[in-house]
């Protein structure tokens, strides 16, 4: 009887791998395998690339472990966060070539048409003053990060309360710490509210919801450094954009391999099978 | 890694963030559980009706959709279908997402200890039913005071079980913007990006609470067995 | 016996009963009526349908066709509320069915609690009504009178539970649950479970069948003085002997009719039917 099952589990074994072999031989080559955090812009823009083996996590963080232990040998990223990854985590580099740029925006409610309006207006006026917002967290001056304390939802008061959705788990742009909310989005989200005249709500919740929750449950907007795409537009309205951000690769301090990279060309020449070699 | 603790629960008051996580993870599951417990019994009493008349049958139909249907999609899929879209759908808009997910949670698990509970009225003595009813007691009467008790009894280490997978099911809360005992454990590790301590602690704090469940359990069941001697 | 045979009113009445289990028929048209005060034993071989027979009178089986009249009613009719007539027929079970979870005076007490309570909060519920009529109406209704709350019915129930444990010299059992008693404890107190009722009749379906021998004359006893006292009685029985010596009236009963019935003398010395002189020559 067991002489039967262990022929039958090595039978299937065997199976298994001509299986995966032949799968293997049907797919072009991969040049790299480069880590994405899911539901991102930089992970779609990971997606198009040809030779390009994707691996998606739940958060940068995960990617940039993955790795250091070698599963993945690059992560994507955009760069205001691969800045803080590289600070945070050490024996980690920023290659300074930029992919791609994206516009961050402000997601808001299309049946509040003026809402936006205002908004955009309050991103003109307070243009100085969201600029020095910008600057303290890109150079990291912690002692001058003012956390916003946020009041409960009420859908009584729904026209005296801005509630912003928001994926707090991204410095520099968004964070819990002390039980108070940190980072770029939410010291502008405060003054979006003070300026507005309203009490300021944060509902925390996973990235992947933080667009399609804008209109529903009382959402007004969502700040989560949403980038602005058509897809994204055709459910939201979004404001004129007040962050121009570049997608770029972060890899370990110790791999030289895009060490002579001088243009984009020459980095997506190293990443993936470029168009030419089709 | 102690000063990494020391920093994220002390100096930046984790420790404060993670008791109302933990709070609101107790409470989901445990209510959670209660209205699972309400529902199964009453769609397992449905089910086990004797059913020549066209009533239970039909309310036997019934209740087997809705087990079909809460046991047959992911519990992740039915809360984000409740909170973002059926009450949108019907115009309600909540404060928070604590009582959607507790509901949520509720009718779900009710698909689950239906089926557990019927297991569990199917093992009791029919005797016990025959002997109520000669006395003159009703069907439901007892069901609910004889018979649901001693399934009860029996099914305690399952319905145990069900607890610790429930209370292990809520991480999933933070998809209806609710911070949790896992979404709290997260946010320490968020502005440094370091999540060793945050999660090991969280798996520590889960683990503590499941052991802390199946005791009583045990308890519960020792205590019953005892009564009964 | 020193009992005084009087020709009471019928308690139950019935007429051309059958019950088919698909398309088994297992009772095929049976006549009996019952006596006030009547101890009735059946008798038969296994699978005659004995049983089942019992067990229609107080509809746990539904009969498939014919009456069965209790109290002025039809209680085969399913239209029938047969818990109301149940809690006047009494039953008492070859497993005895104690209920597990509950102490012995809980036991015997559940039933007549319940009752109690329904009646009374159905009283409150027509009052509420009627005082709510009342309002508009010019010649005031007279309310139902309420003489108990719940705590006296409970009082009262606990009352007598009491005393018909101390009847059978089990008042030291009161408070145990039923897995720590005998078999023969258990039967008597299945007994007056039936008796804390006040049954106008008790059917006994093979009482001492799941007993220990040494534990069956306990419950026999029990079951003779009830037999004293007039209680009307339908025993499914094997012992013969009892039979013989407790029943007025003994039916034989084989595929499904009742083939011979007479009093007990009569039918053990003198049988006439086939199928029961086979059938006494096997037991006796």
Known sequence: MKKIISLLLAVALLCGCAFTLASCGGKETVVSKIGAQKGTTSKMYADILKGVEVVTYDTFALAANAMNNGNVDYVIVDKTTGEAL?????????????????????????????????????????????????????NNETDKFVGVTPVAKNVDKADQQLVV???????????????????????IAAILASELGMELVIEDMDFDNVVGSVGKQGIDIAMSGITITAERADVVNFSTPYYTESIVIVHKAADTSLASCGTVVDLLTVLCVAAEEE | MWQEFVKQFITRKGYISVLDGLVVTVEIAVLGLLI??????????????????????????????????????????????????????????????????????????????????????????????????????????????????QAVKNILPTLGNEFIVLIKETSIVSFIAVTDLYKSFKQLGDPTYNYTVPYLMLALTYLIMVLVISAGVRALETKLKKSEK | MEKEVTLNETVLSVRGLTKKFGNLEVLRGLDLDIRDGEQIA???????????????????????????????????????????????????????????????????????????????????????????????????????????????????????????????????????????????????????????????????????????????????????????????????????????????????????????????EELFKNPKDERLKEFLSKVL
């Open chain 1, 86 to 138: 590289c600070r945070e985590i050490s024996g980690l580099k920023i290659n300074p070539i930029a992919l791609s740029s994206e516009n961050y925006g402000i997601a808001i409610d299309k049946a509040q048409a003026n809402l936006k309006t205002q908004i955009d207006a309050i991103l003109a006026d307070k243009d100085a003053e969201i600029q020095a917002i910008k600057d303290k967290y890109m």
């Open chain 1, 165 to 187: 959705a928001t994926n707090a788990e991204f410095a520099p742009w968004e964070y819990k710490s002390e039980n108070k909310y940190f980072g770029i989005d939410m010291e």
């Open chain 2, 36 to 149: 699972g417990v309400l529902i199964g019994t009453l769609i397992a009493v449905v089910r086990v009706m004797p059913k020549y008349k066209t009533l239970p049958r039909v309310l036997d139909k019934i209740c087997g959709c809705y087990v079909e249907l809460f046991r047959g999609t992911p519990m992740v899929v039915q809360l984000l279908i409740g909170y973002w879209v059926l009450l949108p759908a019907m115009d309600i808009q909540v404060n928070s997402g604590v009582p959607v997910a507790i509901i949520m949670f509720g009718l779900n698990s009710g698909a689950y200890v239906s089926e557990i509970m019927r297991g569990g009225i199917n093992s009791v003595d029919p005797g016990q039913m025959e002997a109520g009813r000669a006395v003159g007691l009703p069907y439901a009467t007892t069901m609910m005071k004889i018979v649901v008790p």
């Open chain 3, 42 to 264: 059946i008798i038969g071989p296994s699978g005659c349908g004995k049983s089942t027979f019992l067990r229609c009178l107080n509809c746990m089986e539904d009969p498939t066709s014919g009456s069965i009249l209790f109290d002025g009613e039809d209680i085969a009719d399913m239209k029938v509320d047969i818990n109301k007539h149940r809690e006047h027929i009494g039953m008492v079970f070859q497993q005895f069915n104690l209920f597990n979870n509950k102490t012995v005076i809980e036991n015997i007490m559940l039933a007549p609690v319940y009752v109690g309570v329904r009646d009374l909060k159905a009283k409150k519920r027509k009052n509420f009504f009627t005082k709510l009529l009342n309002v508009f109406r010019k010649e005031k209704k007279a309310l139902l009178p309420i003489e108990t709350t719940e705590a006296q019915i409970k009082a009262a129930a606990k009352e007598k539970a009491e005393a018909l444990l101390h009847r059978i010299g089990l008042e030291e059992k009161a408070n145990v649950y039923p897995s720590t008693l005998s078999g023969g404890q258990k039967q008597r107190i299945a007994i007056i479970r039936a008796l804390a009722m006040n049954p106008k009749v008790i059917l006994f379906d093979e009482p001492t069948s799941a007993l220990d021998p040494e534990m069956v004359g306990e419950v026999l006893d029990l079951m003779k003085q009830l037999a004293r006292e007039g209680m009307t009685m339908i025993i499914v029985t094997h012992e013969m002997g009892f039979a013989r010596e407790v029943a007025d009236r003994v039916l034989f009963i084989d595929e499904g009719q009742i083939k011979e019935q007479g009093s007990p």
